[in-house]
């Protein structure tokens, strides 16, 4: 297959411009941004209501290190993927689309990395207040793995079928 922008118009099934198709794909980067911004920024509100909390206060110091761990992740995901809007604002207008393209991809997947790391540490953390420590463990390593083969093993299957076929 190869790299962005490296398949023929046939390969493709478009008969588009290259610009044409460096704008649909800086379209479907901001709408696959948008949807880890809204989950992401859901669970950090959440993470954030917690010290409100009465069981708050019985926290252990490790779990309180990891609830502060996942606030610090929550707003690093989050700024994250808004770095491709303030990309997109500073290259504005400076026809580098297909840079930004690029760009946008990396900071994606730096974005996707980081809020796998979030879910499954929420679990940990609250399954860890709920039922103890090995549940936690355990919650958290299932979130963890589970959300790896859905995210790696699909996209790396349906890659093979496309070359298979």
Not at 67 to 92: C, E, K
Request: hydrophobic share 50%; proline share 2%; net charge positive.
């Amino acid at each position: 297959m190869g790299t962005f922008g490296s398949m023929s118009e046939t390969e493709r099934g478009r008969h588009e411009t290259p610009t044409e198709r460096w704008d649909r794909n800086w379209s479907d980067i901001q709408q696959e941004l948008r949807i880890v911004q809204t989950g992401t920024q859901i669970l950090g509100g959440f993470l954030l209501t917690l010290p409100f909390q009465q069981r708050f206060t019985i926290l252990t110091p490790l779990e309180r290190a990891l609830y502060l761990a996942l606030v610090v992740l929550a707003a690093a995901v989050t700024i994250v993927a808004l770095s491709a809007v303030a990309t997109h604002r500073l290259v504005f207008r400076q026809r580098q689309k297909h840079d930004l393209v690029r760009a946008g991809n990396v900071i994606l997947l730096a974005a996707l990395i980081a809020s796998a790391l979030l879910f499954s540490g929420t679990v940990l953390l609250v399954f860890d207040v709920v039922i103890g420590d090995v549940g936690g463990l355990v919650g958290g390593l299932v979130v963890f793995v589970g959300t790896a083969l859905l995210w790696v093993s699909i996209p790396l299957a349906l890659r093979r079928s496309r070359r298979d076929g």
